[in-house]
């Protein structure tokens, strides 16, 4: 079992920047990728970004490329997400999640995905 707990999220205006960060407790937490993903009020689920198992492989999605970035730092179980360049349109609930694969991949779908965080408010003002 992984828990999540994800922070870092809250209010900010347009062009400005946050970090987010995804603390992992449970079992290890090295060998498996992250993902990022967000929800919008009335939008489902969409990704954001992923890091591979290693943090040699990352993805992100064409509308934050560019702008976000995702790190891990294995040793403090701790995924995070830089995110510059804030628009009114990445105002959503961001969720990290985890996959119970070892040695996984950055996969960009949901359904890869096993154990979630509670998710944390970004909202960006105009």
């Known amino acids: 079992q992984v828990q999540l707990v994800e922070s870092g999220g809250g209010l900010v205006q347009a062009g400005g920047s946050l970090r987010l960060s995804c603390a992992a407790s449970g079992r290890t937490f090295s060998r498996f990728a992250v993902g990022w993903f967000r929800q919008a009020p009335v939008k489902e689920r969409e990704f954001v970004a992923a890091i591979n198992w290693s943090g040699g492989s990352t993805n992100y999605a064409d509308s934050v490329k560019g702008r976000f970035t995702i790190a891990r730092d294995s040793a403090k179980k701790t995924v995070y997400l830089q995110m510059n360049n804030l628009k009114p349109e990445d105002t959503a609930v961001y969720y990290c999640?985890?996959?119970?694969?070892?040695?996984?991949?950055?996969?960009?779908?949901?359904?890869?995905?096993?154990?979630w965080g509670q998710g944390t408010q970004v909202t960006v003002s105009s």
């Open positions: 999640a985890v996959r119970d694969m070892p040695y996984s991949g950055a996969s960009t779908t949901s359904n890869s995905y096993d154990y």
